[in-house]
Nanobody, 114 residues
């Protein structure tokens, strides 16, 4: 059972930056496809970014050019660097790891507000 722990959320002003982390307890971490999702109040959970085991990245249109997903297999950690934040980025952000099953973190709250 993979355990994922997100951190780095908080309150930030529009235009600001945050870096989210997702730490895993898994020796096979490097084989996992890793994703960030978010869920805003009253909305469905949506995919934000993905990074494959080979390091190939992809992004949802609303965050392209502003967010950067990365992974450090030596540290069993995934990151989401979020820049030029907007109020519509306010949501609970979740990390997900997929390899022989799907595993989710508990989420971290991001609030973008002045």
């Amino acid at each position: 059972q993979v355990q994922l722990v997100e951190s780095g959320g908080g309150l930030v002003q529009p235009g600001g930056s945050l870096r989210l982390s997702c730490a895993a307890s898994e020796i096979f971490f490097r084989y996992y496809v890793l994703e960030w999702y978010r869920q805003a109040p009253g909305k469905e959970r949506e995919l934000v970014a993905r990074i494959t085991a080979d390091g190939i990245t992809s992004y949802a249109d609303p965050v392209k050019g502003r967010f950067l997903i990365s992974r450090d297999n030596a540290e069993d950690t995934m990151y989401l660097q979020m820049n030029s934040l907007k109020s519509e980025d306010t949501a609970v952000y979740y990390c997900k790891a997929t390899w022989h099953g799907d595993f989710w973190g508990q989420g971290t709250q991001v609030i973008v507000s002045s």
